[in-house]
């Protein structure tokens, strides 16, 4: 059993060089709490970006101080981290604990002999990010490429941080999950894995499994119990073996999760007991869903298809991709993510990508998408950059990231794909000159990724690359690809009507934001079309001459700066009916 004391809420935080603590939050990060305190300015607003990259350089220190009452008994505690972000040494009690250096990853520690009962002291000092990267690459025997930031391939962190065409550079740095102390008991039930092995005439066979942390000696069984609006559809108990459970199931007129317009979005209950002397122990229950994911790749006459297949039925995919919903992470809310898929659903998408330049998302939005139907395809993270994966600390971090990300989110029936990276191979093939190396990423993307997702989750397709297909990963022809040609390129927009891809997994037009929000980031002298705020605004190179050159293309000339923002809008929704 293991009973959970959060950590969350106020710490105290300071600059390394300073003497002086301030007020923070966790989960949270260094620039929210400087924002709390009014030691910078919104970056948001007109150009006070520029302010928080003066931050870069800087090494601060969290710390939490808190008492702790022992349970009668326990087995074992620890401490642990849900996102570090990104490298920082821990200390609890004066003694180190490690260091973190992955902020997709949770870290946890051994206290049970560190800990007491009063005046515990729990320090994280964030080493400077950005000096810690230049000071490595500036090390490396290898030259990588890499777009926005050169040294940000040697590290695990989200990509977006250093800037991207669609975004500020924000290099966020605190403890942006949740932080806790677990205490255990006797038994500990992990990595929960619930699947569809085949569907057969409205049967459905399933497989439950787990892994079990036990430190009791006693015989400890696992009753395994499948529910459907709270109808128990199937139950068993099975030893555990090895410190593994695992039951398989048949499933009489099983009801299916479809994507969104196709069909139902059924969920099943699960739940996981485990028993000792028919006490229980340790309880685990979580939700998930029937159905089989294939993706159709057959030879055609114009070269191959790509059409995910669910439950039988070949899907027309529609939907975007999705990038972190705020550049702080902390800041956005379960119910934020309802809204934002609710949004999806309403516009009769079905398929969002989770782009791999930003984070593995929070549950909620698995939570979300697989509530309303939503598959996810769902990129690891990595991005427009060569890697260092000819080095074994890179592979390890690699793996281990890979693992964790699929014990997380592996029972989500709207997961239908996982994808190696965003546009590397592309990179290699058009960009870089690499071909098709072993390495720079390629032994990540070829080797470690599908090994482990071969491994790990059988129940869903993994994917190279987005895009790929063909000797140009960028083919029309088969696989995925990305159009940029005309936003990105100065194509026509009509060219939009040439493409004959077979799979659409990236593509966009740009148009001003909503008149609110321009006027939430903007003083009333900022607002015409090439003032330094509005240009400074919008990442992309050339971005504002560019919805210039397709105004002026499509519709003429605006009378003025709010008709521009709103014909830029009627040009973009023009534009992307033609993809």
Same mark, same amino acid.
């Not at 009801?255 to 196709?262: A, E, H």
């Not at 934002?340 to 998408?369: H, P, S, T």
């Given at each position: 059993?293991?009973?959970?004391?959060?950590?969350n809420g106020t710490w105290q935080f300071r600059e390394a060089t300073s003497?002086?603590?301030?007020?923070?939050?966790?989960?949270?990060?260094? *620039?929210?709490?400087?924002?709390?305190?009014?030691?910078?300015?919104?970056?948001?607003?007109?150009?006070?970006?520029?302010?928080?990259?003066?931050?870069?350089?800087?090494?601060?220190?969290?710390?939490?101080?808190?008492?702790?009452?022992?349970?009668?008994?326990?087995?074992?505690?620890?401490?642990?981290?849900? !996102?570090?972000?990104?490298?920082?040494?821990?200390?609890?009690?004066?003694?180190?604990?490690?260091?973190?250096?992955?902020?997709?990853?949770?870290?946890?520690?051994?206290?049970?002999?560190?800990?007491?009962?009063?005046?515990?002291?729990?320090?994280?000092?964030?080493?400077?990010?950005?000096?810690?990267?230049?000071?490595?690459?500036?090390?490396?025997?290898?030259?990588?490429?890499?777009?926005?930031?050169?040294?940000?391939?040697?590290?695990?962190?989200?990509?977006?941080?250093?800037?991207?065409?669609?975004?500020?550079?924000?290099?966020?740095?605190?403890?942006?999950?949740?932080?806790?102390?677990?205490?255990?008991?006797?038994?500990?039930?992990?990595?929960?894995?619930?699947?569809?092995?085949?569907?057969?005439?409205?049967?459905?066979?399933?497989?439950?499994?787990?892994?079990?942390?036990?430190?009791?000696?006693?015989?400890?069984?696992?009753?395994?119990?499948?529910?459907?609006?709270?109808?128990?559809?199937g139950r068993k108990v099975v030893p555990i073996v090895y410190g593994e459970?695992?039951?398989?199931?048949?499933?009489?007129?099983?009801?299916?999760?479809?994507?969104?317009?196709?069909?139902?979005?059924?969920?099943?209950?699960?739940?996981?007991k485990l028993t000792m002397a028919d006490v229980v122990v340790d309880e685990?229950?979580?939700?998930?869903?029937?159905?089989?994911?294939?993706?159709?790749?057959?030879?055609?006459?114009?070269?191959?298809?790509?059409?995910?297949?669910?439950?039988?039925?070949?899907?027309?995919?529609?939907?975007?991709?999705?990038?972190?919903?705020?550049?702080?992470?902390?800041?956005?809310?379960?119910?934020?993510?309802?809204?934002?898929?609710?949004?999806?659903?309403?516009?009769?998408?079905?398929?969002?990508?989770?782009?791999?330049? !930003?984070?593995?998302?929070?549950?909620?939005?698995?939570?979300?998408?697989?509530?309303?139907?939503?598959?996810?395809? *769902?990129?690891?993270?990595?991005?427009?950059?060569?890697?260092?994966?000819?080095?074994?600390?890179?592979?390890?971090?690699?793996?281990?990231?890979?693992?964790?990300?699929?014990?997380?989110?592996?029972?989500?029936?709207?997961?239908?794909?996982?994808?190696?990276?965003?546009?590397?191979?592309?990179?290699?093939?058009?960009?870089?000159?690499?071909?098709?190396?072993?390495?720079?990423?390629?032994?990540?993307?070829?080797?470690?990724?599908?090994?482990?997702?071969?491994?790990?989750?059988?129940?869903?397709?993994?994917?190279?690359?987005?895009?790929?297909?063909?000797?140009?990963?960028?083919? *029309?022809?088969?696989?995925?690809?990305?159009?940029?040609?005309?936003?990105?390129?100065?194509?026509?927009?009509?060219?939009?009507?040439?493409?004959?891809?077979?799979?659409?997994?990236?593509?966009?037009?740009?148009?001003?934001?909503?008149?609110?929000?321009?006027?939430?980031?903007?003083?009333?002298?900022?607002?015409?079309?090439?003032?330094?705020?509005?240009?400074?605004?919008?990442?992309?190179?050339? !971005?504002?001459?560019?919805?210039?050159?397709?105004?002026?293309?499509?519709?003429?000339?605006?009378?003025?700066?709010?008709?521009?923002?709103?014909?830029?809008?009627?040009?973009?929704?023009?534009?992307?009916?033609?993809?």
């Amino acid at each position: 059993m293991e009973n959970r004391i959060s950590l969350n809420g106020t710490w105290q935080f300071r600059e390394a060089t300073s003497d002086d603590w301030l007020e923070g939050k966790v989960p949270g990060c260094v *620039q929210l709490d400087l924002m709390a305190q009014n030691k910078i300015s919104d970056p948001f607003y007109r150009m006070n970006e520029i302010e928080c990259h003066k931050l870069e350089d800087k090494e601060w220190i969290y710390r939490k101080e808190f008492d702790f009452e022992f349970p009668d008994e326990f087995d074992e505690i620890k401490l642990v981290f849900e !996102g570090i972000d990104t490298l920082a040494d821990i200390y609890f009690n004066g003694d180190y604990l490690g260091t973190a250096e992955n902020m997709f990853i949770s870290y946890e520690y051994d206290v049970t002999d560190l800990i007491k009962e009063k005046n515990n002291v729990l320090e994280v000092y964030f080493q400077s990010i950005i000096k810690t990267i230049r000071s490595t690459e500036k090390d490396s025997p290898l030259k990588l490429e890499s777009s926005f930031e050169s040294a940000r391939p040697y590290i695990r962190k989200a990509q977006y941080s250093f800037g991207w065409d669609w975004g500020p550079r924000l290099v966020q740095v605190g403890l942006w999950k949740d932080v806790y102390i677990s205490v255990i008991k006797d038994a500990v039930i992990e990595k929960p894995f619930f699947y569809t092995e085949q569907l057969k005439e409205g049967e459905a066979y399933v497989r439950v499994s787990a892994s079990v942390s036990y430190f009791t000696y006693f015989d400890l069984k696992a009753e395994v119990t499948i529910l459907y609006d709270g109808e128990v559809c199937g139950r068993k108990v099975v030893p555990i073996v090895y410190g593994e459970i695992d039951a398989a199931f048949k499933i009489d007129e099983a009801k299916l999760w479809y994507p969104n317009g196709v069909g139902p979005q059924n969920l099943y209950d699960i739940c996981i007991k485990l028993t000792m002397a028919d006490v229980v122990v340790d309880e685990l229950s979580f939700r998930s869903g029937i159905r089989v994911v294939k993706l159709h790749r057959e030879k055609d006459n114009i070269g191959e298809s790509f059409i995910f297949e669910i439950n039988g039925i070949k899907i027309f995919a529609k939907g975007a991709d999705w990038i972190p919903a705020d550049n702080f992470l902390s800041r956005i809310t379960k119910d934020d993510y309802y809204t934002f898929i609710k949004l999806a659903k309403d516009a009769n998408m079905n398929m969002l990508r989770v782009w791999g330049g !930003g984070i593995y998302e929070d549950e909620a939005f698995y939570d979300a998408c697989d509530e309303m139907g939503i598959m996810v395809w *769902q990129d690891f993270m990595y991005a427009c950059a060569q890697y260092p994966d000819q080095l074994e600390w890179f592979q390890q971090l690699a793996a281990s990231e890979a693992q964790e990300v699929l014990f997380r989110l592996r029972n989500h029936p709207s997961i239908v794909l996982w994808c190696g990276n965003n546009e590397n191979n592309m990179g290699f093939y058009s960009w870089w000159g690499n071909g098709d190396p072993k390495y720079l990423g390629n032994y990540v993307y070829k080797e470690i990724l599908p090994q482990i997702c071969r491994r790990y989750d059988p129940s869903r397709p993994y994917w190279v690359s987005s895009p790929y297909g063909g000797v140009d990963p960028n083919s *029309q022809f088969e696989g995925d690809r990305h159009h940029w040609n005309v936003w990105s390129g100065w194509a026509d927009i009509k060219e939009y009507l040439a493409d004959e891809s077979r799979f659409l997994s990236e593509f966009g037009f740009q148009s001003m934001p909503d008149w609110k929000t321009i006027l939430s980031y903007t003083n009333e002298e900022d607002r015409s079309i090439l003032s330094p705020v509005v240009v400074s605004h919008n990442k992309q190179v050339s !971005g504002m001459e560019r919805l210039i050159r397709y105004m002026i293309s499509e519709l003429g000339f605006p009378k003025d700066f709010k008709s521009f923002v709103y014909l830029t809008q009627f040009n973009q929704a023009e534009a992307i009916k033609k993809v």
